[in-house]
């Protein structure tokens, strides 16, 4: 399957140097992610074959509408997406998930299956008197200096954690992926991004209204 990903300038440099690209750690904000991709490393680690044993992984577009990843938008450009890389990869070495819904796991929000579900979630929240900003604090260690560890508000987020894997899918029109490793062997093309006028690789810009999408209340929408 045809992949697109955007990468820095030392990144390319890594791939041409090694014959390979795999993420370095050293960019990636653990007190901000940490708890997000732990939950990313044990479904890819139990899913797709970690041959070199790669720590984190290397984010990229899989669909985004009717396009591999989003268009270009005027704009302040990415930090880091210096180049935009075409690669192949095997489907079975692509874990897939659904960009609307991987926004609920950064917030620590769960994701319902139905209105009805929501619903019946948002009460059980009410019941225990659990705030958005509780959940959040459970996985944003870089904004919260501390979360509720009480037994309710622990087996809300476990709940929390369980739905998740709604997040696993390919059944969406925007669709992101990750990857252990990037081969030289697999690349179709390299495209060099230099006109630092554009916004390339992002779908969280600011729309004409003012506003960034709401990504949460766009999978609202989308339920019964």
Request: with cysteine; hydrophobic share 30%.
């Amino acid at each position: 399957m045809k992949l697109i990903t955007f990468q820095s300038l030392d990144a390319l440099k890594s791939l041409i140097n090694k014959g390979y690209l795999e993420c370095n750690e050293k960019y990636i904000d653990v007190k901000k992610a940490g708890p997000t991709y732990q939950w990313v490393l044990e479904k890819m680690n139990q899913s797709l074959e970690n041959k070199y044993k790669v720590k984190y992984p290397i984010w990229c577009w899989v669909k985004c509408y009717n396009n591999i990843c989003p268009p270009k938008h005027k704009g302040e450009p990415v930090e880091g997406f210096d180049v935009k890389i075409t690669f192949h990869k095997n489907k079975k070495d692509v874990f897939i998930t659904d960009f609307r819904r991987y926004s609920f796991l950064l917030s620590n929000i769960y994701i319902p299956i139905s209105l009805k579900d929501k619903e019946q979630f948002d009460n059980k929240l009410l019941s225990y008197n659990i705030t958005s900003d509780d959940l959040k604090a459970f996985v944003r260690k870089d904004k919260f200096d501390s979360h509720r560890t009480d037994k309710a508000f622990l087996q809300i987020c476990d709940e929390i954690r369980e739905s998740f894997d709604k997040c696993i899918t390919t059944n969406s029109d925007i669709l992101q992926g990750c990857i252990w490793r990037i081969n030289l062997e697999e690349i179709e093309k390299i495209e060099f991004l230099t006109d630092r006028n554009y916004r390339y690789g992002s779908l969280n810009y600011i729309r004409s209204n003012g506003k960034r999408m709401n990504w949460k209340k766009d999978f609202y929408k989308k339920l019964q």
